[in-house]
């Protein structure tokens, strides 16, 4: 007891006063007449726990989710700038609830005049160009139900629009576990510029957001109809495709799926040289420039040739298609990975397809096997989108650049496409964790530009930059509710720093990587919330992080680690030195701290972000060294953490 009661009082001596700026700190409150402990480390309330989602973040017991099968069929009129649709739709209801009515998804109708994305985005942006009339129009909406005698018949449903959403009143009530069919007939002119999304270049056309989409009905917000202005993205359930898409005969398409059959649109050669990719490392070329110029690359000059695509277990189908488009293949453990470019952008797609390939073994490798059969990167107007199998990106202006925007498109298949986030509310759950994916996958492709630590160092300056000027916001903001410059801090950069923080200083990387691993495990296909991860990373890794989800994606604090005081004492050849740490802001970090001795020599102390559980303002220790004398103390040398203000984490000796 008599050190302890020394060693208060000389924290007395050293720290008598606050210093400036450390008002913004809140100590911990543990008031017994009631009031909430509003500290960073009160105990986070997570939703409770349920059949469907368990305390442990995984999915429960009775977890259900619903599913949306199509058999989609377009064709695209080049001349008019249009593709027409039809569909049959299966509509599996796994939910405990009976279903009167579906809502699903037009998003084609942002693209309309005065709709709500031309209200919040200007005209002439690359939301809603200029006076562009676009618009899903549909011409069949019918389901399909059981008529006298067992007969089937077709009954016409009166929808209800409002902006991008649908809403069916169905013939007959749905049950839990019964299958509702629909039929549908629509159309639409193409926009040049669909919310960098989809649109066309030329004689170019990428088709996204092309059919009425099911909106997802789920336990925790029942139908998810928000609508779509532009910036947030998707949320969709799983379930098979069928996809004919017919074009005129020289146009070359790449889409969602293994093509059906390649004998009836590719020539012999072509399809022997897609086989060969199969069978070796190499990049084969299927579609050749000279055929290209030529004429030789399709196997008929006139009329409509119909390209077929099967998918299985995703939750979209988009394609892109064009007359010039060059076709490059190779494989991963039998996956074929594919590039699409036209001639102009050879000179640095013609690696695309091999970007492609190493970017699925990265992932695959190190967090979750790639589950389909390819993957497609395509070249084209839009600069950077994900779809199921298939990734759009621009020309780009070198090959580190290229590489970078492939990567983060491809890597989009596990968040969202594996783990099936919901994109329209909580970006940061896709964008975030993609973003963080990507810097291991970065510095594999070129490591002489930085490795993945010195990659995630250039991040964590990013967000210090974007709170020094109260350029950030909470993570969990809705993207709809963030303006434009500050998403890419929001969504994309802040969350992925979040990971890295949580593997590098306060899980570790094995336990982190472990963990991560495991929440994708169990959620592979399946709709998590953000409570699911945190609880998940919690129960898997074995510390409680109520502080980090709290600081990090639920508040906006920021972070200001300081040197308070420091106090000399000697005795004989024993020099102690007493340390007041300081936290100046209301967010906390490990501490870092290096001690410089006299000799030259260095010594490093680290010390876990719970030390400031008791006092988040301080933190103190003593030190004994002998032999050696203290010439520097610094916090955080290496800048492994966030810290908006280091003129304060050096101490000298005087």
Avoid: C
């Avoid at 500290?39 to 469907?52: D, E, K, M, Q, Y």
């Avoid at 037009?106 to 693209?111: C, R, V, W």
């Avoid at 093509?259 to 050669?269: F, G, M, R």
Wanted: no cysteine; proline share 6%; net charge negative.
């Amino acid at each position: 007891m008599r050190n302890y009661f020394r060693i208060v009082s000389a924290i007395a001596l050293v720290v008598g006063s606050s210093p400036a700026g450390a008002q913004q700190a809140t100590a911990p409150k543990f008031d017994r007449s009631g009031v909430p402990d509003t500290s960073i480390f009160a105990p986070l309330v997570f939703p409770t726990p349920s059949a469907s989602r368990a305390a442990s973040g995984a999915p429960g017991a009775h977890y259900w989710q619903n599913r949306a099968d199509y058999d989609l069929k377009a064709t695209l009129d080049t001349g008019a700038k249009s593709v027409s649709g039809e569909m049959v739709f299966r509509y599996t209801n796994n939910s405990p609830d009976t279903l009167s009515y579906i809502w699903m998804q037009l998003e084609q109708n942002a693209f309309r005049k005065n709709s709500l994305s031309s209200e919040v985005y200007s005209q002439g942006s690359r939301w809603n160009p200029g006076n562009f009339e676009g618009g899903d129009k549909l011409t069949r909406v019918e389901q399909i139900v059981a008529g006298a005698g067992g007969a089937r018949k077709r009954v016409p449903l009166t929808i209800r629009e409002g902006e991008t959403m649908m809403r069916l009143p169905l013939a007959e009530p749905l049950a839990p576990g019964k299958v509702a069919t629909l039929e549908m007939a629509w159309n639409f002119v193409v926009p040049e510029h669909g919310a960098d999304r989809m649109g066309r270049d030329k004689a170019l056309f990428e088709i996204a957001q092309w059919y009425p989409r099911a909106a997802v009905y789920d336990d925790l917000r029942g139908w998810n109809n928000d609508p779509y202005i532009g910036q947030g993205e998707f949320y969709l359930d799983y379930g098979d495709y069928n996809v004919s898409v017919t074009v005129p005969a020289g146009y070359i398409v790449a889409g969602t799926g293994l093509l059906e059959n390649p004998k009836d649109v590719l020539t012999a050669a072509q399809v022997a040289r897609l086989d060969e990719a199969l069978k070796t490392d190499k990049v084969i070329h299927v579609i050749t420039a000279d055929e290209l110029k030529s004429g030789a690359a399709r196997p008929t000059k006139s009329g409509m040739l119909t390209w077929k695509f099967r998918a299985k277990n995703v939750r979209d189908a988009v394609w892109a298609a064009s007359p010039d488009y060059q076709w490059d293949a190779t494989n991963y453990k039998g996956i074929y990975a594919f590039g699409y470019y036209r001639p102009s952008a050879a000179d640095l797609w013609v690696e695309s397809a091999d970007m492609a390939k190493m970017s699925i073994q990265e992932y695959s490798e190190r967090w979750f096997q790639y589950p389909w059969p390819q993957i497609s990167v395509v070249e084209g107007p839009v600069s950077g989108m994900e779809y199921p199998m298939l990734a759009m990106e621009d020309h780009s202006q070198s090959k580190q650049g290229l590489y970078n925007v492939i990567t983060h498109e491809v890597g989009h298949n596990w968040f969202p496409m594996i783990v099936g986030s919901n994109e329209r509310v909580y970006m940061w759950q896709d964008e975030g964790f993609n973003t963080f994916i990507n810097t291991f996958s970065e510095a594999r492709r070129f490591p002489k530009d930085g490795d993945q630590m010195q990659r995630a160092m250039g991040e964590r300056g990013e967000v210090e930059q974007a709170m020094r000027t109260d350029q950030d916001g909470p993570v969990m903001t809705p993207p709809d509710r963030i303006a434009e410059p500050l998403l890419g801090i929001s969504a994309y950069v802040k969350p992925s720093v979040g990971l890295q923080l949580l593997r590098q200083e306060i899980l570790g990387p094995e336990a982190f990587d472990e963990t991560f691993r495991t929440y994708v495990a169990k959620w592979a296909f399946k709709h998590p919330a953000p409570a699911d991860f945190f609880r998940t990373m919690e129960d898997a890794s074995g510390h409680r992080l109520d502080w980090f989800w709290r600081e990090w994606f639920i508040e906006n604090p920021h972070f200001d680690q300081a040197i308070d005081g420091v106090r000399l004492v000697s005795k004989g050849d024993t020099n102690n030195v007493l340390v007041a740490y300081g936290n100046r802001a209301r967010g906390v970090l490990p501490i870092r701290a290096r001690f410089t001795m006299s000799d030259g020599s260095t010594q490093d102390f680290n010390y876990p972000a719970e030390v400031w559980s008791t006092n988040t303002l301080r933190y103190i220790r003593v030190y004994s060294f002998v032999g050696k004398k203290v010439a520097k103390i610094e916090l955080d040398p290496d800048h492994r953490l966030v810290d908006i203000d280091r003129t304060n984490n050096v101490w000298t000796a005087p």
